[in-house]
């Protein structure tokens, strides 16, 4: 991967996925390009999931797969666990604390997931018990980052996790110091990612949080929709 001077940092669901034409349309610019451009993949799905959708969609292989909004870390070729990321994410991790905490609002409907280095919920619609749960863990003094997207997923995750988290992480560990990226993403939970000072791109289909998010000099707002958003915001940046 250090031999790599691009990286294209993205999220999956409604940001590189969504549009297959605008999708081959992207990945066929980055095949003929003579840049050589690693792909990091920046999900909220888990391991199984991602692996899943990027096999129905026919995406490449990525380089660095980034699952469970940023509480796992996997690297190519065998998409092998970053274990000291591991180990990071369950510092001061009380999962059990905060199912405990979450039972005293029954809105919050909690996801299967196959682990719970995140403990995730639905809810539709409704800000007021988000803000009282919110509110409930700080109050309980429970460790944790808190994320809240598409006016549905409510994320608890350990604390300093995240996506942006996550990516700052591989690009120190991964990838060589003067690399030219690209983030992109359309959520919530690609918020952090979005904030750090490096190029980014929120797509023409970005939901109420993004597109209310504050403007810094390297984000770009692209008018077209999920990969050909990341096609437009990429030939901004790196044409």
């Not at 610019?29 to 792909?39: D, T």
């Not at 699952?67 to 070729?77: E, H, L, R, V």
């Not at 405990?100 to 909690?110: N, V």
């Not at 109050?139 to 700052?168: C, M, Q, T």
Request: proline share 4%.
């Amino acid at each position: 991967m250090r031999e790599k001077n691009f990286v294209l940092a993205t999220d999956l669901d409604g940001t590189l996925v969504g549009d297959n034409s605008a999708l081959c349309a992207l990945l066929q610019h980055f095949e003929e390009s003579s840049l050589q451009i690693a792909l990091v993949y920046i999900t909220g799905r888990h391991l199984a999931s991602a692996s899943t959708l990027i096999l129905e969609e026919k995406l490449p292989k990525p380089d660095v797969l980034i699952t469970d909004i940023g509480t796992a870390i996997y690297t190519s070729p065998s998409l092998s666990e970053e274990k000291a990321w591991t180990e990071k994410m369950k510092s001061n991790w009380d999962p059990n604390e905060i199912i405990k905490i979450s039972e005293k609002f029954p809105l919050l409907k909690r996801q299967a997931l196959p682990t719970d280095d995140r403990i995730s919920f639905t809810i539709h619609q409704n800000e007021e018990i988000v803000k009282e749960f919110k509110n409930a863990l700080f109050e309980n003094n429970i460790p944790h980052k808190f994320v809240y997207s598409s006016n549905r997923d409510v994320d608890i995750l350990p604390l300093n996790s995240g996506k942006g988290e996550a990516l700052v992480y591989t690009l120190q560990n991964y990838f060589k110091d003067n690399v030219q990226i690209l983030i992109a993403g359309d959520s919530g939970n690609d918020l952090d990612m979005l904030s750090l000072d490096y190029p980014s791109v929120v797509v023409g289909n970005a939901q109420k949080e993004l597109v209310e998010m504050d403007n810094h000099p390297l984000l770009y707002r692209a008018t077209k929709q999920f990969a050909g958003g990341i096609h437009e915001g990429w030939l901004h940046f790196y044409n």
